[in-house]
């Protein structure tokens, strides 16, 4: 079982440049999601879609854009890079699209670095 | 409004000992699911324990329970005979219906041999 897979793990960019953090999943789930992770703050919810075709927006979504055209994949693509978007990424998914009992399961993440 | 709340500071704590940590949440809804996850060094998010807003008893995996006081919006975990390998992150979550996974802030933990 591959689970939530993320790429890549590390990432590099330079200041307006534009990139995609891929997620893909192989467990049938509805709920997937986009986290970043930065330090003393958490983890806090960047975008978020509840089946293909369906996507909303979190606590933090400014400069990112999402879309899910199927079930397996949902991307995270980054405009125009700038360093406050340094962080650790992670996607995440859960079977249906929030039952209260449902856990996350989470990707690797991925350590991006925007200079 | 933060939902999640975990105000410890840094912990350490003794090698076979046990540690709780603090995690208060705040919801209006009647149902709803409260999670721990771990998180190593490594930087893995590895789920550790679930408690249900209906559950009559207290959640328990292993070493890890949940120590579950509702009329005080109160989950806190609680890992007995602590280990090296517990060394880690923990993040308190809770999830409401139709809705998402929201984190609190987390615990950092360390044991000391």
């Known amino acids: 079982n591959a689970g939530v897979t993320q790429t890549p793990k590390f990432q590099v960019l330079k200041t307006g440049q534009s990139m995609t953090l891929q997620c893909a999943q192989d467990?049938?789930?509805?709920?997937m999601s986009w986290y970043r992770q930065d330090p003393g703050m958490g983890l806090r919810l960047i975008h978020y879609?509840?089946?293909?075709?369906?996507?909303d927006q979190g606590e933090v979504p400014n400069g990112y854009n999402v879309s899910r055209s199927t079930t397996e994949d949902f991307p995270l693509r980054l405009l125009s890079a700038a360093p406050s978007q340094t962080s650790v990424y992670f996607c995440?998914?859960?079977?249906?699209?929030?039952?209260?009992?449902?856990?996350?399961?989470f990707g690797s993440g991925t350590q991006l670095s925007v200079l | 409004a933060q939902k999640i709340t975990q105000t410890q500071p840094g912990m350490f704590v003794q090698e076979k000992e046990a540690v709780t940590l603090d995690c208060t949440y705040d919801?209006?809804?009647?149902?709803?699911?409260l999670f721990w996850y771990k998180q190593p060094s490594s930087g893995e998010m590895i789920f550790l324990i679930y408690?249900?807003?209906?559950?009559?008893q207290n959640a328990t995996e292993g070493r890890y329970s949940l120590n579950f006081q509702k009329a005080r919006k109160s989950a806190n975990l609680v890992i007995s005979a602590s280990q090296l390998g517990d060394s880690a992150m923990y993040f308190c979550?809770?999830?409401?219906?139709?809705?998402?996974?929201?984190f609190g802030k987390g615990n950092q933990v360390v044991v000391i041999p």
């Open positions: 408690q249900g807003s209906y559950d009559q």
């Open positions: 879609s509840v089946g293909a075709g369906i996507t």
């Open positions: 979550a809770m999830r409401e219906p139709g809705n998402r996974l929201a």
């Open positions: 919801t209006s809804d009647p149902s709803y699911g």
């Open positions: 995440a998914s859960s079977l249906t699209r929030g039952a209260s009992r449902e856990k996350l399961f």
């Open positions: 467990m049938n789930h509805e709920y």
